[in-house]
């Protein structure tokens, strides 16, 4: 599956311990990213600093059903 544009439930509903560029502890589950725009774009997407966490991280209809707001539930479920 391709990554929806504009979704980003992956910039907020999980949790990320590793560094992210002004965010050095990485984002509590829940929070949004501080690069994530406002039209939910990943601000640092081809930026060198961005996270392997994040790059590594493949779209997925288990994680990401139907729609953002899907992604957002299921995403926040995997994190529990």
């Not at 990485?26 to 774009?41: E, F, N, S």
């Not at 961005?50 to 995997?78: T, Y």
Request: net charge negative; charged share 25%; proline share 11%.
């Amino acid at each position: 599956m391709e990554c929806r544009i504009g979704c980003g439930a992956c910039c907020i509903a999980p949790s990320i311990s590793s560094p992210i560029p002004g965010m050095p502890d990485g984002k509590p589950a829940g929070t949004r990213c501080i690069h994530l725009t406002v039209d939910y774009k990943c601000g640092i997407y081809d930026h060198p600093d961005r996270p392997p966490v994040c790059d590594l991280f493949k779209a997925d209809p288990a994680v990401c059903g139907e729609d953002r707001q899907e992604a957002i539930i299921l995403l926040s479920m995997l994190e529990e």
